[in-house]
């Protein structure tokens, strides 16, 4: 085992979950079902980043999995301002927008190889909140 790709699990089943959850909540139109999960979700993903970093500060060949981590954390940031806009009938400004999509298509870029399965739940969210 050489690099990042041959240790990653090929599918997250936390990820499709989340994705499922994420469709059934878009599909609601009372914008209730999963709401809770997801959010929960999002938070885990969002403050995983800084325990990590913490932990692979003296690693050496971590620098991928640092990238990974900041930018699936970057992307629950934006996937709960999403969340909380929706859940209050409302939308987010066109320089959120904006902004969040730079940043999850950045997210969406394989880094060694490794590509974060919950990126395109998160976008369909930011999507929804633009109105």
């Known amino acids: 085992l050489r690099s990042l790709a041959d240790v990653a699990r090929p599918e997250s089943r936390t990820a499709r979950r989340f994705a499922?959850?994420?469709e059934?909540?878009?599909?609601?139109s009372a914008l209730r079902l999963g709401a809770p999960e997801i959010r929960a979700q999002l938070e885990i993903w969002r403050d995983n980043d800084g325990p990590l970093r913490a932990q692979l500060a003296?690693?050496?060949q971590a620098e991928d999995i640092r990238v990974l981590s900041e930018r699936l954390s970057t992307s629950a940031a934006a996937g709960l301002a999403a969340l909380e806009a929706l859940q209050r009938r409302q939308t987010l400004s066109a320089a959120d927008?904006?902004?969040y999509r730079e940043l999850l298509t950045r997210a969406a870029a394989a880094r060694a190889a490794v590509m974060s399965p919950a990126i395109p739940?998160?976008?369909?969210l930011v999507d929804r909140a633009a109105g």
């Open 58 to 60: 003296h690693a050496r």
């Open 121 to 124: 739940a998160i976008q369909k």
């Open 20 to 22: 499922s959850r994420v």
């Open 24 to 28: 059934a909540f878009l599909a609601d």
């Open 97 to 99: 927008v904006a902004r």
